[in-house]
Structure formats: structure tokens, C-alpha cells
């Protein structure tokens, strides 16, 4: 079993006609979105310790396969895993996340005090044989691991139909 890099953007099965039309126009969108999550808007005049910025960037992910399961690796540093949600709906693997950070100091004449918040959330299309309801995810030294079981007796999402020649009349 070789793992190989995936990029789900076939229609699932429940999808109807007008939702597998939309469905890559969703994705072109949410990929304009990260891009410009990823731009910084507003550049820091003083670092006052380890400054978050006003939002996150969108997390770096990493999907393969194996013939039993599709794994997904999300960097993650800095956040901890109470702090992170995996759900899954409608064929997506929804993954949110956000970081917190208060910090004071207090001096004879004064008391400097700061907060930064960032959140993000990433949607992954996956495939129609995932399965949904034995999803497994674990969280350590920055990396969010979830492991999305396959199941083997799902009809394929492409089959090639055979054309026949017509009969002319």
C-alpha cells in the first residue's frame, strides 16, 4: 500500500445536478478566500512579544490515501486541541480552530496590556466512499492527524459507459 496525493474534486452521489455545478465554483471560492486570509492586511509597527496576527492563516493540510483510509495532516502549532473541532457534514471534513493570547506587564508608572485572536476553518471535500461515521482524529505538538476510513462496498463516484453503434434505419 503506496500512499498518493489527493485532490477529491469529483461530485459526490448525493449531490444533485445543480449542486455538482456549483460545487467547483465553491471550491475556486474558498481558495480565493484562503489566499487573501494568507495576505497580511495590516502590518505590525512595534513586535511585542510573540504577536498573533488580527486572523490566522488557513493551515497548511496534507491528504492521502491507502486502500483503507484517507489520512489528513493539518499544521496546527500554537493551538491547543480543545481549541480545535473536526466535524463532518455532506461530504466534507470541516476543521476549525482558533488562538488566544492575553499578555500584561505591569511597571512602576504603568501596566501594558494586549490581546490577539485568531480563528480558522478549513472545508475538505472527500470522497463518496469515506466514510463518515468512524472518523478518528488526534492532536499532538502542533499537528492534527484524522484518519477518514474507506468503505470498500461504496459504487464508484466514475464508471466509463460503453458506447454502441446505432442501428440505421
Known amino acids: 500500500m503506496t500512499d498518493q496525493a489527493l485532490a ?45 496576527a488580527a ?17 489528513v495532516t493539518v499544521e496546527v502549532p500554537g493551538i491547543p486541541a480543545d ?37 480558522f476553518e478549513r472545508r475538505i471535500s472527500l470522497p463518496a466512499d469515506a466514510q463518515l461515521d468512524d472518523i478518528h482524529a488526534k492532536a499532538s505538538d502542533g499537528v492534527l492527524k484524522i484518519v477518514v476510513p474507506r468503505d470498500k462496498k461504496a459504487v464508484p463516484a466514475r464508471r466509463k459507459i460503453e458506447i454502441r453503434h446505432a442501428k440505421k434505419d
Do not use: C, H
Open 8 to 52: 477529491p474534486t469529483k461530485p459526490k452521489q448525493e449531490l444533485g445536478i445543480f449542486e455538482q455545478f456549483l460545487e467547483p465554483l465553491s471550491q475556486l471560492r474558498t481558495e480565493v478566500d484562503r489566499v487573501f486570509d494568507d495576505f497580511p492586511v495590516r502590518w505590525p509597527v512595534v513586535d511585542f512579544g510573540s504577536r498573533l
Open 55 to 71: 486572523s490566522l492563516p488557513s493551515p497548511a493540510v496534507e491528504m492521502t490515501e491507502t486502500d483503507k483510509a484517507y489520512k
Open 83 to 119: 481549541k480545535i473541532e473536526v466535524e463532518a457534514e455532506k461530504g466534507l471534513l470541516v476543521i476549525k480552530g482558533e488562538k488566544t493570547e492575553e499578555r500584561e506587564e505591569k511597571e512602576r508608572n504603568y501596566t501594558r496590556s494586549e490581546r490577539s485572536y485568531g480563528a
